[in-house]
Each structure stands twice: as C-alpha cells, then as structure tokens.
C-alpha cells in the first residue's frame, strides 16, 4: 500500500466530533466526463435506475478471489487497483460475484480472503476496492467483532461508502439499531440507502421516520413511500389527537409519493384509498394555506389520473374543498400576493394581468411565471419587450466559449435560457433574445437557443435573415465540438 492515507484514515480523519463529515468532504475526485458526481450518485443511479450487469465479465475480479486465496496479496490489491481504474464499478457485479464465491468454494481459502479483505478495509486508497472487500466479508463466516464494526461505522459517514457498509451492518445481531445510527448521521444518498432497510423496531425509529428520515439532499421522492408505510403515517391521521402538524406533515409526504418516479408510489400502496380519505378529512378542518390547497389539488390529479377503488369519493371530497369560499378566498390573497398563478389559473381564476405584474416586478426570481403566459399567448410582446430591456443582451452575446454556465457570473443566462425555451411556443417572437442566446459563452445556452430555433423551423417559420446570419457566424466562431457536429443540420 502506498504512503498516502487509506480512504478509511481520510474519513476517520475528517469526521466532526457528532461523527458526520464535513460538508465539503468528497472521496471522488476525478471528474468524469467533465462533470464530477456527488459522493453516492453512481451507486444510487445503479441502484434505483439501473440494476444489476446482466452476465457482467466479472474475470478480473474472480481473478483477484484466487490469488487472495493463494496469499499473494500485493498482486490481488494491484490487480483491483488497475481494474478499478479502467472504469469497473462495484455495485452493478456485486451479485455475480458474490454468487460466483457460493459456486466456487474448492478455490478459495476464506482464512486469508478474510485477512485481504480487512486489510483493504483500513489501508487502501481505491474506494472500490474497499466496497469490493466489504462484499466479500459480507459472504464469510465471523464473529461480530466490535473492530470491524467500528470500521464501517467510519467507513458509513461517506455517502459513497454507506450503502455498502450497511449491507454487512445489517447482518449484525443489533444491525437495525446500527443502520438508524447511520441514517441520523447522514443527509444524501446514504441517508436514502439506510431509510430504505430501516425496519422501525420501537416509536422513537418509527417518528424519526416520518418527522426527519424521508428529508435528504438528493430527492425526498426516494424515500417518502418508505415513510408513509413504515412510520405509520395513516395511523397518525386516524386517531381522535390528529393535530394541523400532523396534517401539513402528511401533505408533505404525499405530496413526494403522488408520482411513480424516482420509485413506486401511492399507486403500488394497499391503503392509499384510506390515507387520502383521512388526509382529505383533516383538510376540511386544517385546509388554510396556499400550499394546503395546493396539495390537495395534486392530489385530486393523481387521483383522476389513477386507478384507486374509491377515487369517486375522494374525488368528491378534493372538490368540496378546492370550490370552497375559503380555498378560493386563499388563492386570489396569494395572487395579489405575487403567489399562487399556477393553482389559479387550475381553479379557472383571473390570473394573467396579476401575474404579469408581478413578472414586471420579480422578473430575476419569478422568470418561471412566462410558463404561465406564453403557451397561452398572453402578453406575449410584453414579456419579450421585458427580458429585452432588463437582460445585457449585447454583453451577453460575447461569443461562443466552453463555459458551463455553473456559477453566479452566469445567472442571468440562466435566466435567458429559461426565456428562450419558452419562446418555442411563440415562433418568430424574440429574435433579439434568440440570436444573443445563440452567440453566448455558455454552451447550454446556445444549445437551448437552437433547440428553438429547431422547433421553429419544424412548424414552417421561415428564419430571418438576421437569425440565419447568426447562425453562420456561429457556424464559423463554435468551440464545442458537440454543438459543432449539431449546427451542421443548421
């Protein structure tokens, strides 16, 4: 191994006295392609989008089992090393080659696949290398030893490490009590991971899951169902002490479960009927805010849009509700407000001339509200006259460079970009926004800029002749080869 701290020291080295990391803390550095992925996002994309390797050549690694067995431990931890860096991941092979180590146990020794394993535990510098221990130790026969428990409670503050660390935590006589301490620790993916195998054993794990352990940095989608089923949220609204608390809570997290994505939802629920009649019971006497009526205008989509027993009812219940003089009452407040133009433009309200002020007024935060306006054709000039003469445009228009467009410097094309997107709905409206799009220095822009120029061109809009001078000029000035390769069909 070599001189440089181990990925288990850079973490037990890092950690704060309440044993999380700092917020700037990552273990991967290295970009990939372009664009560096948070700790935990490539093992929770495999995970919760991806799955498996489907007959994954798993040679390299099966290699390393035998020569582990076979005591040659420097050659196993180098052949990991280089395999790992030609771009093998872990977690998509993980189940072939634990079933590969059930099949094969004449070649191999699990005394000294037991002493690699720990040492890359504490000492190696590849993080695959150590979820690659981590799998094999899960498969060998051991005492629950506090040190290598221990070892992966450090190991688990990383997001990066955490879900395979709870796999083998799991196993452990008090695996469930360990998996909480974990999640309590931890705010992305590997929060996500350890909600998703927390099994609530008294009242203390069963509120943490339902007041905090659905919250993550990532997306509360992931884990809002595992909440609702597993803290008990339906027998929270159905007792006689249901409280407004309890109410906004639930809107919450129905409000993240509605849709089938990132994972099953309310559909694949057996008590949804029973929880959204008892959360719609609770509206008619805690219903006060626009984001209560918003909730339950959400609800009342899902609920047309689905397939659940009783959606007559329920339907009838959303309705009472969002008709009433109090909803109604809430929603023109909000809009006067500056708030609320998508729940009232829903509710058949006047809303265009109330949200194009407040547009006028808030255009650098309330830009979305052209999405509103535009597709209805509603103050059409107006807006682009807006955009016109709040944006640069002729300092923003300072030619094509590989900027990302990531940081502060580049709010205001964000801004535009968002405005251009929506100009697909309008042909010919906003050349000006349009062609200053085109000749940016962030990338994304530009692309978006052509997307509606594309958009345009497929609904018969002939290009001016300032659009298509704009488009040579591009043409001839590109730096980006992927957007070079796209404005050939320009």
């Known amino acids: 191994m070599s001189e440089n701290l181990s990925i288990y020291n850079r973490i037990k080295e890092a950690l704060l006295p309440d044993g999380t990391l700092p917020e700037d803390f990552v273990l991967r550095q290295m970009p990939e392609q372009g664009l560096r992925f948070a700790d935990g996002a490539i ?74 394993c720990m040492t890359l535990l504490v000492q190696s510098e590849d993080v695959e290398s150590v979820k690659f221990a981590i799998t094999i130790l899960e498969l060998l026969d051991r005492e629950e030893t506090q040190e290598l428990k221990d070892i992966l409670l450090v190991l688990a503050a990383s997001e990066e490490l955490t879900l395979f660390c709870l796999f083998l935590l799991s196993s452990f006589e008090d695996g469930n009590a ?34 905090e352990g659905w919250r993550n940095e990532i997306m509360p989608e992931y884990s809002a169902i595992v909440a609702i089923k597993r803290g008990g949220l339906l027998d929270r609204l159905v007792g006689d002490n249901a409280t407004k608390e ?20 309310l559909n694949k629920y057996k008590k949804s009927n029973e929880l959204l009649g008892a959360y719609l019971k609770l509206a008619d006497k805690y219903a006060e805010d626009l984001e209560d009526y918003s909730n339950i205008f959400d609800i009342r989509d899902f609920l047309e849009k689905g397939e659940l027993a009783e959606k007559g009812n ?26 609320g133009f998508y729940l009232g433009k829903a509710l058949g309200l006047d809303y265009a001339a109330r949200a194009m002020d407040t547009l006028r007024h808030e255009w650098q935060t309330k830009y979305d509200i052209i999405d509103l306006l535009l597709p209805e054709k509603q103050y059409v000039d107006e807006i682009i006259e807006l955009f016109e003469d709040e944006l640069p445009l002729e300092d923003m228009a300072s030619g094509p460079e590989n900027e990302m467009g ?81 404005l050939e069909k320009f």
């Open 406 to 486: 990531n940081d502060e410097r580049f709010a205001d094309y964000g801004i535009l970009s968002y405005v251009i997107q929506g100009l697909q709905s309008v042909p010919g409206k906003g050349e000006r926004l349009i062609c200053a799009g085109l000749y940016s220095p962030v990338i994304g822009t530009r692309n978006i800029a052509l997307n509606t120029v594309d958009k345009w061109r497929k609904s018969d809009f002939q290009l001016t002749t300032t659009m298509e001078n704009t488009l040579m000029k591009l043409k001839s000035s590109e730096v980006n080869e992927q957007t070079k390769k796209r």
């Open 178 to 211: 360990l998996i909480y301490s974990v999640a309590k620790r931890l705010k992305g993916w590997g929060r996500i991971h350890a909600v998703s195998m927390l099994k609530p054993e008294n009242d203390e794990m069963a509120q943490w899951l339902l007041n």
């Open 43 to 116: 093992d929770g994309t495999v995970r919760y989008h991806m799955g498996p390797t489907k007959n994954p050549d798993i040679s390299a690694l099966t290699l390393v089992l035998e020569m582990a067995s076979q005591e040659r431990f420097k050659d196993s931890a180098n052949a990991l090393i280089t395999h790992f860096q030609n771009g093998g991941v872990m977690l998509p092979v993980m189940d072939a080659l634990q079933d590969w180590v059930f099949d094969h146990p004449e070649k191999l020794s699990p005394e000294a696949l037991g002493r690699f």
């Open 246 to 265: 309890d109410f906004q809570l639930a809107g919450e997290l129905i409000g993240a479960s509605l849709e089938d994505n990132p994972v099953p939802g």
């Open 314 to 339: 329920l339907l009838k219940s959303a309705d009472s509700i969002l008709e009433s003089e109090e909803c109604i009452d809430c929603v023109e407040a909000s809009m006067d407000g500056g708030d």
